[in-house]
């Protein structure tokens, strides 16, 4: 009596689904980018600074996420004043 064998799994041809362009913001899950695409950030996750360098005070800002000019991020984008003790605004985080 012949036996058989069970198939062999194929190994997959699919790739992986591109991540999302960020154009230069911090890798993170929440397609925060500096793309332009999407709004500005208003109110990031409370783990939002596991992936971008935030500023010690962030969480007091009253404005949008910002990238400040030294690379850290602030919370008071809009605001006059913010990063101030960073070098200024460089540019906003936008939601994707």
Not at 23 to 34: I, M, V
Request: proline letters at 14%; aromatic letters at 12%.
């Amino acid at each position: 009596m012949p036996t058989t064998q069970a198939p062999q799994p194929q190994p997959s041809t699919k790739a992986p689904p591109p991540k999302p362009s960020t154009c230069g913001a911090p890798s993170n899950p929440y397609g925060y980018n500096f793309c332009g695409t999407g709004g500005f950030v208003t109110s990031p996750p409370g783990d939002i600074c596991n992936y971008f360098g935030c500023i010690a005070n962030f969480w007091n800002g009253h404005g949008y996420m910002v990238e400040c000019n030294d690379g850290t991020y602030s919370m008071s984008g809009g605001i006059r004043g913010a990063c101030s003790y960073h070098g200024g605004e460089d540019r906003p985080v936008y939601s994707g």
